[in-house]
Protein backbone atom coordinates (compact mmCIF):
# COMPACT_ATOMS: atom_id res chain seq x y z
CA UNK A 1 0.00 0.00 0.00
CA UNK A 2 2.81 2.80 -0.73
CA UNK A 3 1.81 5.73 -1.56
CA UNK A 4 1.67 7.30 -5.35
CA UNK A 5 3.89 10.02 -6.17
CA UNK A 6 3.11 12.95 -5.01
CA UNK A 7 0.12 11.81 -2.89
CA UNK A 8 0.18 11.96 1.19
CA UNK A 9 2.68 10.12 2.87
CA UNK A 10 2.25 8.56 6.17
CA UNK A 11 5.01 7.25 7.07
CA UNK A 12 6.69 10.68 7.98
CA UNK A 13 3.82 11.48 10.54
CA UNK A 14 4.33 8.12 11.97
CA UNK A 15 8.57 8.51 12.54
CA UNK A 16 7.58 11.91 13.99
CA UNK A 17 5.42 10.13 16.64
CA UNK A 18 7.62 7.15 16.89
CA UNK A 19 10.43 9.84 17.68
CA UNK A 20 8.59 11.29 20.42
CA UNK A 21 7.25 8.48 22.26
CA UNK A 22 11.11 6.74 21.99
CA UNK A 23 12.39 9.93 23.51
CA UNK A 24 9.60 10.56 25.86
CA UNK A 25 10.14 6.80 27.52
CA UNK A 26 13.91 7.14 27.41
CA UNK A 27 13.32 9.99 29.42
CA UNK A 28 11.26 8.03 32.14
CA UNK A 29 13.76 4.77 32.52
CA UNK A 30 17.17 6.58 31.87
CA UNK A 31 16.56 9.50 33.90
CA UNK A 32 15.81 9.68 37.72
CA UNK A 33 14.93 6.91 40.23
CA UNK A 34 14.61 5.03 36.26
CA UNK A 35 10.87 4.01 37.40
CA UNK A 36 7.84 4.42 35.75
CA UNK A 37 6.04 5.72 38.23
CA UNK A 38 3.94 9.16 38.28
CA UNK A 39 4.12 10.94 41.45
CA UNK A 40 1.06 11.02 43.32
CA UNK A 41 -0.51 14.01 45.14
CA UNK A 42 -1.92 13.82 49.00
CA UNK A 43 -4.73 12.58 47.79
CA UNK A 44 -3.80 9.79 46.39
CA UNK A 45 -0.97 9.14 48.69
CA UNK A 46 -1.83 10.31 52.11
CA UNK A 47 -0.28 13.46 53.54
CA UNK A 48 -0.62 16.48 56.40
CA UNK A 49 -3.15 18.93 55.92
CA UNK A 50 -2.41 21.64 58.11
CA UNK A 51 -5.25 24.98 58.75
CA UNK A 52 -3.62 27.94 60.37
CA UNK A 53 -5.79 31.00 61.53
CA UNK A 54 -4.94 34.57 61.40
CA UNK A 55 -4.69 36.33 65.26
CA UNK A 56 -6.77 39.22 65.19
CA UNK A 57 -4.88 42.15 66.85
CA UNK A 58 -7.44 44.75 67.34
CA UNK A 59 -11.20 44.70 67.76
CA UNK A 60 -11.23 41.21 66.52
CA UNK A 61 -11.17 42.72 62.41
CA UNK A 62 -9.97 40.18 59.99
CA UNK A 63 -6.79 40.59 58.17
CA UNK A 64 -6.82 42.57 55.17
CA UNK A 65 -6.64 40.59 51.60
CA UNK A 66 -3.42 41.68 51.04
CA UNK A 67 -1.86 40.69 54.18
CA UNK A 68 -3.10 37.18 53.73
CA UNK A 69 -1.92 37.01 50.25
CA UNK A 70 0.97 38.52 51.42
CA UNK A 71 1.55 35.46 53.96
CA UNK A 72 0.29 32.58 51.49
CA UNK A 73 3.16 33.77 49.22
CA UNK A 74 5.71 33.84 52.33
CA UNK A 75 4.96 30.52 53.26
CA UNK A 76 4.72 28.10 49.93
CA UNK A 77 8.10 29.86 49.17
CA UNK A 78 9.33 28.16 52.59
CA UNK A 79 7.99 25.27 51.82
CA UNK A 80 8.91 24.78 48.64
CA UNK A 81 12.38 26.05 49.18
CA UNK A 82 13.04 23.48 52.22
CA UNK A 83 12.88 20.62 49.18
CA UNK A 84 8.80 19.63 50.81
CA UNK A 85 7.44 18.69 47.51
CA UNK A 86 4.07 18.20 46.34
CA UNK A 87 3.26 21.24 48.73
CA UNK A 88 -0.13 23.34 48.86
CA UNK A 89 -0.38 26.76 50.18
CA UNK A 90 -3.93 28.30 49.64
CA UNK A 91 -6.15 30.73 51.74
CA UNK A 92 -9.21 29.60 52.70
CA UNK A 93 -12.36 32.20 53.58
CA UNK A 94 -11.19 36.01 55.31
CA UNK A 95 -8.30 34.76 58.00
CA UNK A 96 -7.24 30.91 56.99
CA UNK A 97 -4.60 29.40 55.22
CA UNK A 98 -4.71 26.17 54.66
CA UNK A 99 -1.06 23.94 54.01
CA UNK A 100 -1.05 20.81 52.32
CA UNK A 101 1.98 18.26 51.76
CA UNK A 102 1.99 14.56 50.82
CA UNK A 103 3.69 12.09 52.86
CA UNK A 104 7.71 12.85 53.65
CA UNK A 105 7.02 15.88 56.03
CA UNK A 106 6.83 15.15 59.40
CA UNK A 107 4.24 17.27 61.82
CA UNK A 108 6.99 19.40 63.18
CA UNK A 109 8.74 20.12 59.97
CA UNK A 110 5.48 21.76 58.79
CA UNK A 111 4.99 23.51 61.78
CA UNK A 112 8.74 25.33 61.79
CA UNK A 113 8.21 26.50 58.11
CA UNK A 114 5.06 28.07 58.72
CA UNK A 115 5.99 29.84 61.92
CA UNK A 116 6.24 33.73 61.91
CA UNK A 117 9.95 33.54 62.01
CA UNK A 118 10.12 36.92 63.68
CA UNK A 119 13.81 37.64 64.07
CA UNK A 120 14.59 40.07 66.92
CA UNK A 121 18.27 40.90 68.34
CA UNK A 122 17.91 42.09 71.99
CA UNK A 123 19.99 43.31 74.82
CA UNK A 124 19.44 41.02 77.60
CA UNK A 125 19.05 43.24 80.69
CA UNK A 126 18.54 40.26 83.35
CA UNK A 127 17.97 36.53 83.69
CA UNK A 128 16.67 34.34 85.97
CA UNK A 129 16.38 30.11 86.15
CA UNK A 130 12.85 28.57 85.57
CA UNK A 131 11.00 26.97 88.14
CA UNK A 132 8.65 24.34 87.68
CA UNK A 133 5.98 23.87 90.39
CA UNK A 134 7.41 20.07 89.98
CA UNK A 135 10.58 20.73 90.78
CA UNK A 136 11.48 20.76 94.42
CA UNK A 137 14.85 22.95 93.87
CA UNK A 138 15.98 25.31 91.63
CA UNK A 139 18.24 23.36 88.77
CA UNK A 140 21.49 24.69 87.42
CA UNK A 141 21.37 27.55 85.05
CA UNK A 142 21.77 26.38 81.09
CA UNK A 143 23.37 28.84 78.49
CA UNK A 144 21.77 28.56 75.66
CA UNK A 145 22.39 26.26 72.88
CA UNK A 146 23.62 28.59 70.25
CA UNK A 147 26.07 31.32 69.78
CA UNK A 148 26.54 34.26 67.08
CA UNK A 149 30.07 35.40 66.15
CA UNK A 150 31.03 37.79 63.38
CA UNK A 151 34.13 40.26 62.85
CA UNK A 152 34.94 42.61 65.63
CA UNK A 153 37.32 45.49 66.09
CA UNK A 154 39.67 45.94 69.19
CA UNK A 155 38.12 46.93 72.70
CA UNK A 156 38.95 46.98 75.96
CA UNK A 157 38.21 43.63 76.51
CA UNK A 158 40.97 42.08 77.35
CA UNK A 159 38.96 38.55 75.60
CA UNK A 160 40.10 38.11 72.03
CA UNK A 161 36.70 36.40 70.92
CA UNK A 162 32.99 36.29 72.05
CA UNK A 163 31.89 34.38 75.01
CA UNK A 164 29.24 32.27 73.81
CA UNK A 165 28.82 31.22 77.56
CA UNK A 166 25.86 33.72 78.72
CA UNK A 167 24.97 35.25 82.49
CA UNK A 168 23.00 32.90 84.34
CA UNK A 169 22.92 34.96 87.44
CA UNK A 170 19.20 36.78 88.33
CA UNK A 171 19.63 39.79 89.68
CA UNK A 172 16.38 40.71 91.60
CA UNK A 173 17.86 44.47 92.31
CA UNK A 174 17.17 44.59 88.11
CA UNK A 175 13.86 45.45 88.48
CA UNK A 176 13.67 49.05 87.08
CA UNK A 177 15.60 47.97 83.95
CA UNK A 178 13.95 44.61 83.64
CA UNK A 179 10.36 46.19 83.72
CA UNK A 180 10.86 50.21 83.19
CA UNK A 181 8.75 50.58 86.24
CA UNK A 182 8.40 48.96 89.51
CA UNK A 183 5.20 49.92 89.97
CA UNK A 184 3.82 47.83 87.10
CA UNK A 185 4.75 44.56 89.28
CA UNK A 186 3.22 45.59 92.25
CA UNK A 187 0.17 47.09 91.14
CA UNK A 188 -0.39 44.11 88.16
CA UNK A 189 -1.05 47.09 85.82
CA UNK A 190 0.45 46.67 82.58
CA UNK A 191 3.12 49.10 81.59
CA UNK A 192 1.38 50.23 78.43
CA UNK A 193 -1.49 52.80 78.80
CA UNK A 194 -5.20 50.63 77.66
CA UNK A 195 -6.46 53.74 76.40
CA UNK A 196 -3.25 54.09 73.17
CA UNK A 197 -4.72 51.58 71.13
CA UNK A 198 -7.43 49.07 70.76
CA UNK A 199 -4.64 46.02 71.24
CA UNK A 200 -3.70 47.43 74.22
CA UNK A 201 -7.42 47.82 75.59
CA UNK A 202 -7.89 44.42 74.64
CA UNK A 203 -4.87 43.00 76.72
CA UNK A 204 -6.39 45.34 79.56
CA UNK A 205 -9.44 43.36 79.46
CA UNK A 206 -7.89 39.77 78.77
CA UNK A 207 -6.11 41.39 82.35
CA UNK A 208 -8.92 41.52 84.19
CA UNK A 209 -10.14 38.23 83.32
CA UNK A 210 -7.04 36.52 84.55
CA UNK A 211 -7.61 38.29 87.51
CA UNK A 212 -10.92 36.97 88.52
CA UNK A 213 -9.36 33.84 87.51
CA UNK A 214 -6.79 34.10 90.27
CA UNK A 215 -8.74 35.75 92.62
CA UNK A 216 -6.33 36.37 95.88
CA UNK A 217 -3.61 34.90 94.59
CA UNK A 218 -3.06 37.88 92.10
CA UNK A 219 -3.02 39.78 95.06
CA UNK A 220 -0.41 37.80 96.87
CA UNK A 221 1.73 37.86 93.38
CA UNK A 222 1.44 42.05 93.86
CA UNK A 223 3.08 41.58 97.17
CA UNK A 224 5.76 39.57 96.73
CA UNK A 225 6.69 41.30 93.53
CA UNK A 226 7.19 44.41 96.23
CA UNK A 227 8.74 42.20 98.46
CA UNK A 228 11.11 41.19 95.61
CA UNK A 229 11.95 44.66 94.32
CA UNK A 230 12.83 45.69 98.19
CA UNK A 231 15.44 43.13 98.17
CA UNK A 232 13.54 41.24 100.97
CA UNK A 233 12.92 37.83 99.53
CA UNK A 234 14.99 36.26 96.36
CA UNK A 235 13.33 35.40 93.24
CA UNK A 236 16.38 33.39 92.70
CA UNK A 237 15.78 30.62 95.29
CA UNK A 238 12.11 30.45 96.03
CA UNK A 239 11.27 28.14 98.82
CA UNK A 240 8.32 25.41 99.12
CA UNK A 241 5.30 27.62 100.79
CA UNK A 242 6.00 30.60 97.83
CA UNK A 243 5.48 27.69 95.06
CA UNK A 244 2.88 26.08 96.52
CA UNK A 245 0.85 29.56 96.88
CA UNK A 246 1.91 30.83 93.86
CA UNK A 247 0.95 27.63 92.19
CA UNK A 248 -2.05 28.70 90.49
CA UNK A 249 0.12 30.38 88.10
CA UNK A 250 1.67 27.16 86.85
CA UNK A 251 -1.92 26.25 85.66
CA UNK A 252 -2.91 29.62 83.69
CA UNK A 253 -2.75 28.67 79.77
CA UNK A 254 -0.44 29.92 77.75
CA UNK A 255 -2.38 33.04 76.25
CA UNK A 256 -3.71 34.00 80.07
CA UNK A 257 0.45 34.18 80.70
CA UNK A 258 0.77 36.23 77.80
CA UNK A 259 -1.09 39.28 79.18
CA UNK A 260 0.43 38.54 82.67
CA UNK A 261 2.63 42.41 83.20
CA UNK A 262 6.44 41.93 82.53
CA UNK A 263 7.61 41.84 85.85
CA UNK A 264 4.98 38.70 86.60
CA UNK A 265 6.04 36.97 84.07
CA UNK A 266 9.64 37.56 84.74
CA UNK A 267 9.99 37.16 88.42
CA UNK A 268 7.23 34.83 89.38
CA UNK A 269 8.62 30.92 90.20
CA UNK A 270 5.69 29.50 89.31
CA UNK A 271 5.02 31.43 85.64
CA UNK A 272 7.66 28.25 83.49
CA UNK A 273 9.24 28.52 80.60
CA UNK A 274 6.80 25.84 78.98
CA UNK A 275 4.00 28.46 79.27
CA UNK A 276 5.81 31.77 77.37
CA UNK A 277 7.21 29.39 74.71
CA UNK A 278 3.64 28.12 74.36
CA UNK A 279 2.10 31.52 74.01
CA UNK A 280 0.08 32.64 70.70
CA UNK A 281 2.77 33.78 67.70
CA UNK A 282 3.52 37.48 67.52
CA UNK A 283 2.86 37.84 71.17
CA UNK A 284 6.24 39.75 71.86
CA UNK A 285 6.64 41.07 68.55
CA UNK A 286 6.38 44.38 69.22
CA UNK A 287 10.11 45.64 68.44
CA UNK A 288 9.63 48.94 70.85
CA UNK A 289 8.68 47.09 73.86
CA UNK A 290 10.39 44.94 76.38
CA UNK A 291 9.67 41.63 76.46
CA UNK A 292 10.38 38.10 78.56
CA UNK A 293 11.17 35.03 76.95
CA UNK A 294 13.01 31.98 77.34
CA UNK A 295 15.61 29.45 75.69
CA UNK A 296 14.84 26.84 74.07
CA UNK A 297 16.59 24.23 76.02
CA UNK A 298 14.98 21.25 76.62
CA UNK A 299 16.09 19.91 79.94
CA UNK A 300 15.95 23.48 81.71
CA UNK A 301 15.15 27.17 81.02
CA UNK A 302 16.67 30.40 81.36
CA UNK A 303 14.14 33.84 81.44
CA UNK A 304 15.15 36.78 80.01
CA UNK A 305 14.51 40.16 80.24
CA UNK A 306 14.76 41.70 77.16
CA UNK A 307 14.83 45.08 75.94
CA UNK A 308 13.87 47.07 73.05
CA UNK A 309 14.99 45.06 69.72
CA UNK A 310 17.52 47.04 68.11
CA UNK A 311 18.14 44.70 65.09
CA UNK A 312 15.10 43.15 63.36
CA UNK A 313 14.28 40.91 60.78
CA UNK A 314 13.94 43.37 58.18
CA UNK A 315 17.68 44.35 58.71
CA UNK A 316 19.02 40.93 57.73
CA UNK A 317 19.73 40.70 53.89
CA UNK A 318 19.97 37.32 53.13
CA UNK A 319 20.47 33.58 55.68
CA UNK A 320 22.09 30.91 54.52
CA UNK A 321 23.01 27.33 56.31
CA UNK A 322 26.81 25.85 56.34
CA UNK A 323 28.27 23.26 57.38
CA UNK A 324 31.73 24.68 59.30
CA UNK A 325 34.08 21.32 58.24
CA UNK A 326 36.87 22.86 60.61
CA UNK A 327 34.06 22.95 63.52
CA UNK A 328 32.44 20.33 62.14
CA UNK A 329 28.54 21.72 62.86
CA UNK A 330 25.97 23.31 61.21
CA UNK A 331 25.26 27.56 61.16
CA UNK A 332 23.91 29.54 59.78
CA UNK A 333 25.30 33.06 58.02
CA UNK A 334 23.56 36.08 58.58
CA UNK A 335 24.36 39.21 56.02
CA UNK A 336 22.82 42.22 57.28
CA UNK A 337 21.69 45.39 54.83
CA UNK A 338 24.09 48.31 55.08
CA UNK A 339 21.64 50.03 57.59
CA UNK A 340 21.80 46.54 59.68
CA UNK A 341 24.87 45.76 59.58
CA UNK A 342 25.21 49.91 61.14
CA UNK A 343 22.52 48.59 63.57
CA UNK A 344 24.41 45.84 64.52
CA UNK A 345 27.49 47.13 65.50
CA UNK A 346 26.33 50.02 67.59
CA UNK A 347 24.16 47.26 69.01
CA UNK A 348 27.19 45.00 70.14
CA UNK A 349 28.85 48.44 71.32
CA UNK A 350 25.75 49.43 73.38
CA UNK A 351 26.13 45.58 74.85
CA UNK A 352 30.14 46.25 75.61
CA UNK A 353 29.48 49.87 77.28
CA UNK A 354 26.59 48.22 79.83
CA UNK A 355 28.57 44.91 80.44
CA UNK A 356 31.63 47.63 81.15
CA UNK A 357 29.16 49.43 83.59
CA UNK A 358 28.15 46.91 85.74
CA UNK A 359 31.39 45.44 85.19
CA UNK A 360 32.73 48.54 87.46
CA UNK A 361 30.47 47.57 90.31
CA UNK A 362 31.47 43.83 90.50
CA UNK A 363 35.16 44.41 89.63
CA UNK A 364 34.99 42.75 86.57
CA UNK A 365 35.11 43.39 82.77
CA UNK A 366 32.53 41.08 81.65
CA UNK A 367 30.33 41.48 78.44
CA UNK A 368 26.49 42.10 78.60
CA UNK A 369 24.34 39.69 76.51
CA UNK A 370 22.64 40.09 73.26
CA UNK A 371 19.79 37.70 72.65
CA UNK A 372 18.79 36.16 69.14
CA UNK A 373 14.87 35.66 69.40
CA UNK A 374 12.66 33.73 66.92
CA UNK A 375 9.13 34.58 67.56
CA UNK A 376 8.80 33.77 71.34
CA UNK A 377 12.00 31.84 72.23
CA UNK A 378 15.64 32.77 72.33
CA UNK A 379 18.03 30.77 70.25
CA UNK A 380 20.70 32.25 71.69
CA UNK A 381 22.40 34.44 73.98
CA UNK A 382 25.63 35.10 73.79
CA UNK A 383 28.37 37.45 75.85
CA UNK A 384 29.22 39.94 73.90
CA UNK A 385 32.41 41.00 74.92
CA UNK A 386 33.92 42.62 71.69
CA UNK A 387 32.28 45.12 69.42
CA UNK A 388 31.38 42.70 66.04
CA UNK A 389 31.36 44.55 62.52
CA UNK A 390 29.71 43.43 59.64
CA UNK A 391 27.97 40.00 59.60
CA UNK A 392 27.03 37.12 62.03
CA UNK A 393 26.44 33.43 62.39
CA UNK A 394 24.54 31.70 64.77
CA UNK A 395 26.25 28.06 65.47
CA UNK A 396 25.97 25.86 68.57
CA UNK A 397 24.87 22.65 70.06
CA UNK A 398 21.75 23.14 69.19
CA UNK A 399 22.42 24.16 65.75
CA UNK A 400 21.82 20.41 63.14
CA UNK A 401 21.04 20.48 59.57
CA UNK A 402 17.59 20.52 59.76
CA UNK A 403 17.29 23.64 62.43
CA UNK A 404 19.91 25.46 60.36
CA UNK A 405 18.31 24.58 57.04
CA UNK A 406 14.94 25.53 58.58
CA UNK A 407 15.79 28.70 60.63
CA UNK A 408 17.77 29.46 56.91
CA UNK A 409 15.02 29.11 55.02
CA UNK A 410 12.38 31.10 57.00
CA UNK A 411 14.88 34.24 57.77
CA UNK A 412 15.10 34.02 53.95
CA UNK A 413 11.63 35.21 52.86
CA UNK A 414 11.15 37.71 55.89
CA UNK A 415 8.71 37.42 58.61
CA UNK A 416 5.34 36.51 58.26
CA UNK A 417 3.06 40.20 57.94
CA UNK A 418 0.40 38.14 60.16
CA UNK A 419 1.20 35.98 63.33
CA UNK A 420 -1.12 32.35 63.16
CA UNK A 421 -2.56 29.85 65.48
CA UNK A 422 -2.79 26.41 64.40
CA UNK A 423 -6.78 25.49 64.14
CA UNK A 424 -6.01 21.94 62.87
CA UNK A 425 -3.49 19.40 61.80
CA UNK A 426 -5.23 16.13 59.99
CA UNK A 427 -3.48 13.27 58.19
CA UNK A 428 -4.83 11.72 55.06
CA UNK A 429 -4.23 7.89 55.14
CA UNK A 430 -2.50 6.20 51.91
CA UNK A 431 -5.12 3.50 52.41
CA UNK A 432 -7.97 5.99 51.41
CA UNK A 433 -5.97 7.43 49.36
CA UNK A 434 -5.33 3.96 46.97
CA UNK A 435 -8.99 3.76 47.34
CA UNK A 436 -9.78 6.87 45.85
CA UNK A 437 -7.48 6.16 43.01
CA UNK A 438 -8.83 2.70 42.55
CA UNK A 439 -12.28 5.05 41.94
CA UNK A 440 -11.22 7.36 39.78
CA UNK A 441 -9.15 4.60 37.62
CA UNK A 442 -12.77 2.66 37.38
CA UNK A 443 -14.14 5.99 36.66
CA UNK A 444 -12.21 6.31 33.94
CA UNK A 445 -12.37 2.64 32.81
CA UNK A 446 -16.06 3.01 32.51
CA UNK A 447 -15.84 6.03 30.32
CA UNK A 448 -13.11 4.78 28.16
CA UNK A 449 -14.95 1.95 27.72
CA UNK A 450 -18.49 3.68 26.50
CA UNK A 451 -16.37 5.83 24.10
CA UNK A 452 -15.37 2.47 22.33
CA UNK A 453 -18.69 0.92 22.01
CA UNK A 454 -20.22 3.92 21.11
CA UNK A 455 -17.29 4.03 18.36
CA UNK A 456 -17.74 0.24 17.59
CA UNK A 457 -21.34 0.43 16.97
CA UNK A 458 -21.66 3.55 15.35
CA UNK A 459 -18.18 3.56 13.19
CA UNK A 460 -17.79 -0.17 12.85
CA UNK A 461 -14.19 -0.42 11.71
CA UNK A 462 -13.42 2.68 12.43
CA UNK A 463 -14.07 2.18 15.52
CA UNK A 464 -10.75 0.40 15.84
CA UNK A 465 -9.40 3.55 14.70
CA UNK A 466 -10.36 5.16 18.01
CA UNK A 467 -9.25 2.25 20.32
CA UNK A 468 -5.87 2.62 18.32
CA UNK A 469 -5.43 6.49 18.81
CA UNK A 470 -6.62 6.48 22.45
CA UNK A 471 -4.32 3.73 23.33
CA UNK A 472 -1.21 5.60 21.65
CA UNK A 473 -3.03 8.70 23.42
CA UNK A 474 -2.64 7.03 26.76
CA UNK A 475 1.00 5.98 26.21
CA UNK A 476 1.77 9.79 25.52
CA UNK A 477 0.08 10.82 28.99
CA UNK A 478 1.42 8.35 31.30
CA UNK A 479 4.86 8.91 29.74
CA UNK A 480 4.39 12.83 30.13
CA UNK A 481 3.04 12.14 34.04
CA UNK A 482 6.13 10.33 34.82
CA UNK A 483 8.27 13.02 33.00
CA UNK A 484 6.72 15.97 34.58
CA UNK A 485 6.70 14.76 38.14
CA UNK A 486 10.36 14.13 37.86
CA UNK A 487 11.61 17.60 35.94
CA UNK A 488 9.19 19.54 37.33
CA UNK A 489 7.12 18.06 40.12
CA UNK A 490 3.93 18.15 39.32
CA UNK A 491 2.03 15.45 41.25
CA UNK A 492 -1.29 13.69 40.11
CA UNK A 493 -4.16 14.30 42.29
CA UNK A 494 -7.83 13.15 42.14
CA UNK A 495 -8.43 16.30 40.31
CA UNK A 496 -6.04 15.77 37.87
CA UNK A 497 -7.25 11.88 37.20
CA UNK A 498 -11.04 14.05 36.80
CA UNK A 499 -8.90 16.10 34.23
CA UNK A 500 -7.85 12.90 32.03
CA UNK A 501 -11.44 11.52 31.99
CA UNK A 502 -12.94 14.84 30.76
CA UNK A 503 -10.36 15.05 28.15
CA UNK A 504 -11.38 11.88 27.04
CA UNK A 505 -14.65 13.28 25.62
CA UNK A 506 -12.64 15.94 23.68
CA UNK A 507 -10.18 13.23 22.14
CA UNK A 508 -13.42 11.61 20.99
CA UNK A 509 -15.12 14.29 19.43
CA UNK A 510 -11.98 15.08 17.11
CA UNK A 511 -12.49 11.56 15.90
CA UNK A 512 -16.05 12.20 15.58
CA UNK A 513 -15.75 15.64 13.66
CA UNK A 514 -13.01 14.17 11.13
CA UNK A 515 -15.31 11.05 10.85
CA UNK A 516 -18.42 13.03 9.86
CA UNK A 517 -16.80 14.81 7.56
CA UNK A 518 -15.77 11.83 6.03
CA UNK A 519 -19.05 10.57 6.14
CA UNK A 520 -20.17 13.23 4.05
CA UNK A 521 -17.97 13.46 1.27
CA UNK A 522 -18.71 9.39 0.76
CA UNK A 523 -22.30 10.76 0.83
CA UNK A 524 -21.68 12.87 -2.33
CA UNK A 525 -20.55 10.20 -4.15
CA UNK A 526 -16.77 9.85 -3.48
CA UNK A 527 -14.69 6.85 -2.42
CA UNK A 528 -13.16 6.51 0.61
CA UNK A 529 -9.99 6.62 -0.40
CA UNK A 530 -10.89 10.10 -2.25
CA UNK A 531 -13.18 11.11 0.46
CA UNK A 532 -10.42 11.22 3.31
CA UNK A 533 -7.96 14.37 2.07
CA UNK A 534 -11.13 16.52 1.43
CA UNK A 535 -12.27 15.30 4.79
CA UNK A 536 -10.02 16.38 6.85
CA UNK A 537 -9.03 19.61 5.23
CA UNK A 538 -12.60 20.72 6.49
CA UNK A 539 -12.22 18.79 10.08
CA UNK A 540 -8.78 20.21 10.87
CA UNK A 541 -10.19 23.55 11.06
CA UNK A 542 -13.02 22.61 13.52
CA UNK A 543 -10.48 20.57 15.98
CA UNK A 544 -8.65 23.17 15.81
CA UNK A 545 -10.71 25.53 16.63
CA UNK A 546 -12.68 23.39 19.50
CA UNK A 547 -8.85 22.27 20.86
CA UNK A 548 -8.15 26.06 21.20
CA UNK A 549 -10.84 27.24 22.74
CA UNK A 550 -10.71 24.02 25.40
CA UNK A 551 -6.80 25.05 25.88
CA UNK A 552 -7.53 29.02 26.73
CA UNK A 553 -10.56 27.61 28.83
CA UNK A 554 -7.76 24.86 30.98
CA UNK A 555 -5.31 28.06 31.13
CA UNK A 556 -7.39 30.87 31.79
CA UNK A 557 -8.90 28.21 34.96
CA UNK A 558 -5.31 27.33 35.84
CA UNK A 559 -3.94 30.73 36.47
CA UNK A 560 -7.11 32.00 38.26
CA UNK A 561 -7.54 28.68 40.10
CA UNK A 562 -5.84 27.58 43.26
CA UNK A 563 -5.35 23.85 45.16
CA UNK A 564 -6.83 20.97 43.38
CA UNK A 565 -8.48 23.12 40.79
CA UNK A 566 -4.99 23.59 39.21
CA UNK A 567 -4.74 19.87 38.79
CA UNK A 568 -7.48 19.77 36.90
CA UNK A 569 -6.95 23.01 34.56
CA UNK A 570 -3.42 21.13 33.54
CA UNK A 571 -4.32 17.90 33.44
CA UNK A 572 -7.11 18.80 30.61
CA UNK A 573 -4.55 21.34 29.22
CA UNK A 574 -1.91 18.79 28.87
CA UNK A 575 -4.64 16.43 27.41
CA UNK A 576 -5.87 18.91 24.88
CA UNK A 577 -2.43 19.33 23.49
CA UNK A 578 -1.26 15.99 22.94
CA UNK A 579 -5.49 15.56 21.42
CA UNK A 580 -3.83 17.53 18.48
CA UNK A 581 -0.60 15.49 18.38
CA UNK A 582 -2.54 12.14 18.14
CA UNK A 583 -4.96 13.81 15.53
CA UNK A 584 -2.50 15.07 13.57
CA UNK A 585 0.55 12.54 13.80
CA UNK A 586 -1.54 9.09 14.51
CA UNK A 587 -5.45 9.28 13.61
CA UNK A 588 -5.15 10.83 10.11
CA UNK A 589 -2.34 9.04 8.43
CA UNK A 590 -3.83 5.73 9.53
CA UNK A 591 -7.07 6.36 8.05
CA UNK A 592 -5.42 7.61 5.02
CA UNK A 593 -3.58 4.50 5.03
CA UNK A 594 -6.43 2.23 5.50
CA UNK A 595 -8.47 4.03 2.98
CA UNK A 596 -5.73 2.34 0.22
CA UNK A 597 -6.76 -0.96 0.82
CA UNK A 598 -9.98 -2.93 -1.00
CA UNK A 599 -10.69 -4.57 2.32
CA UNK A 600 -10.90 -1.78 4.46
CA UNK A 601 -13.40 0.20 1.82
CA UNK A 602 -15.79 -2.62 1.99
CA UNK A 603 -18.83 -1.23 2.93
CA UNK A 604 -19.91 -4.04 5.45
CA UNK A 605 -16.38 -3.46 7.06
CA UNK A 606 -15.49 0.76 7.04
CA UNK A 607 -19.33 1.95 7.63
CA UNK A 608 -19.33 4.31 5.06
CA UNK A 609 -19.95 2.82 1.90
CA UNK A 610 -23.77 2.12 2.34
CA UNK A 611 -24.08 5.86 2.11
CA UNK A 612 -22.88 6.29 -1.07
CA UNK A 613 -25.95 6.81 -3.58
CA UNK A 614 -24.84 5.39 -7.03
CA UNK A 615 -21.23 4.91 -8.72
CA UNK A 616 -18.19 6.16 -8.04
CA UNK A 617 -14.75 6.72 -9.97
CA UNK A 618 -11.28 6.45 -8.50
CA UNK A 619 -8.92 9.38 -9.30
CA UNK A 620 -7.30 6.62 -11.25
CA UNK A 621 -10.36 5.51 -13.44
CA UNK A 622 -10.85 2.22 -11.17
CA UNK A 623 -14.93 1.61 -11.94
CA UNK A 624 -16.91 0.80 -8.74
CA UNK A 625 -19.89 -1.27 -9.00
CA UNK A 626 -23.15 0.71 -7.91
CA UNK A 627 -24.55 0.76 -4.74
CA UNK A 628 -27.83 0.66 -2.95
CA UNK A 629 -28.40 2.91 -0.08
CA UNK A 630 -31.59 3.41 2.20
CA UNK A 631 -32.95 6.01 0.21
CA UNK A 632 -32.97 4.30 -2.91
Not at 103 to 132: C, I, M, S, W, Y
Not at 196 to 203: I, K, L, P, V
Not at 402 to 429: D, H, I, M, R
Not at 583 to 605: C, Y
Amino acid sequence: MAAPSGQFKVSRYFLVLAVILVGLYALVFFTGDKKAHPRLGLDLRGGTSMTLSAVTQVGGKNPTPESLGQARKIIAQRVNASGVTEAEVVTEGTKNIVVNVARGATEDQLRKLVAPAQLNFREVKATAQDHPVSTASPSPSTSGSASVSGSTKPSTSPSTTPSTKPSSTPSAKASASASGSAAAGASGTPSLNPSQSAAAADAAKRLNEVKAKLGSTYDIAGQYLSAAQQGQVDPANPDASTLSVLAPFARLSPDEVAVLPLTMQFYLPTVECSQLNARQPGSISDPKQQVVACDQSLDAHTKYVLDAAKVTGTDVRSAVANFDANNGGWNVALKFTSAGGSKWTALTEQAMKDGQSSGQTSGSTTGAQVAIVLDNEVVSAPVIQQVIVGDAIINGSGIDETTSKTLATQLKYGSLPLSFKTESVSSVSPTLGIQQLEYGMLAGAIGLALVILYCLFYYRALGLVVIASLAVSAALVFGSLVVLGRMMGFTLSLAGIAGFIVAIGITADSFVVFFERLKDEVKEGRTMRSSVPRAWVRARRTILSADAVSFLAAAILYWLAAGAVKGFAFTLGLSTILDLLIVFLFTHPLVALLARSNTFSSPRISGLGALRPGKAVEPGGTRFGTVRTKES
